[in-house]
């Protein structure tokens, strides 16, 4: 059994609560609890205890910060929350708790919680900055963030999770942590379902308030879902969905603010980036899952 904390951003791409339906449906995983982050964090904690409830799981949820470290938000709505009148949710969250929230179930499980982060790293800079004995207590730290293959024709871009808050990107990747591995966009962008085909096979009963969600992505954003932060979940359970590599990440705090740099490295370099996956597994171990 993984013990998990998600920080997620739901509310605004549909893949987090694809993701988060996924963790609630993995039956290795035992999901400690949910904070949340960026713009209206407490709608999407909402949007979170929907699905929590729609599967009859008592999750702890914290909204987060909803401000980034330094500079200006650039989430600042949760677009799916217009989408919770047609399911039972939780309204009212404890405030101003989410950091306490993680630490405490850091030390309680010292060397047993994996952190996934699926949103911009605010959370967990500010976690960090507060509590320095935090990284070396967990067992890792998994997040969907960065583009690393200078090949990729992501490479131009900077990756919306760490871009939304580059200070606290660059305190989560010098932490001293056991493990620390990134999926980036350049990996995640491979792992890509049409809106035809995610209304044909989205069946299973926990997928029928994301389909939900997922209507408002489509029609605001794009036709298509991409499972970035799915991915990053699913290589909890499945060690070859992804092959890693070891090495160095430095962030740009001055050019392109969040934008992320790999240097290849030993066994001792303190990252591991994800340099190929295989697409066709991805969809058979998600949907193994979720039936």
């Not at 994996?114 to 998994?142: C, H, M, W, Y």
């Not at 871009?163 to 606290?168: F, L, N, S, V, Y």
């Not at 001293?176 to 096979?201: F, M, Y």
Request: negative net charge; glycine residues 6%; proline residues 8%.
């Amino acid at each position: 059994m993984v013990k998990v904390l998600l920080d997620t951003d739901i509310g605004t791409d549909v893949d987090d609560a694809v993701c988060l339906a996924y963790l609630l449906a993995q039956p290795e995983c035992k999901l400690l609890g949910i904070t949340t982050v960026t713009g209206e964090a407490e709608k999407r904690a909402s949007l979170a205890s929907a699905l929590c409830q729609f599967a009859g799981r008592d999750v702890p949820i914290y909204p987060g910060a909803d401000q980034p470290l330094k500079g200006q938000q650039r989430q600042l709505i949760a677009q799916q929350a217009n989408a919770l009148q047609g399911w039972p949710h939780q309204t009212k969250f404890p405030q101003g708790e989410a950091i306490n929230f993680l630490r405490r179930m850091i030390h309680t499980h010292p060397g047993e919680v994996t952190l996934l982060t699926i949103g911009p790293l605010t959370n967990i800079g500010q976690l960090f900055s507060e509590d320095p004995e935090v990284p070396r207590l967990l067992k890792a730290l998994v997040m969907m963030g960065g583009v690393y293959n200078q090949e990729s024709p992501e490479w131009e871009r900077v990756e919306w999770n760490v871009c939304g808050d580059p200070d606290a990107t660059q305190i989560v990747f010098r932490a001293p942590l056991r493990v620390h591995r990134a999926l980036g966009l350049d990996i995640t962008q491979q792992v890509v379902l049409p809106v035809e085909e995610v209304r044909a096979r989205f069946s299973a009963p926990l997928l029928r308030p994301v389909l939900d969600f997922a209507e408002i992505w489509f029609a605001e954003f794009y036709p298509a879902i991409t499972f970035h932060d799915p991915l990053a979940a699913a290589t909890l359970f499945d060690q070859n969905l992804c092959a890693f590599e070891q090495g160095t990440v430095t962030i740009d705090m001055i050019e392109q603010p969040g934008r992320t740099y790999f240097q290849p490295g030993g066994p001792d370099s303190p990252h591991q980036i994800a340099v190929s996956v295989n697409p066709e597994r991805y969809f058979e171990h998600f949907f193994s899952v979720l039936r």
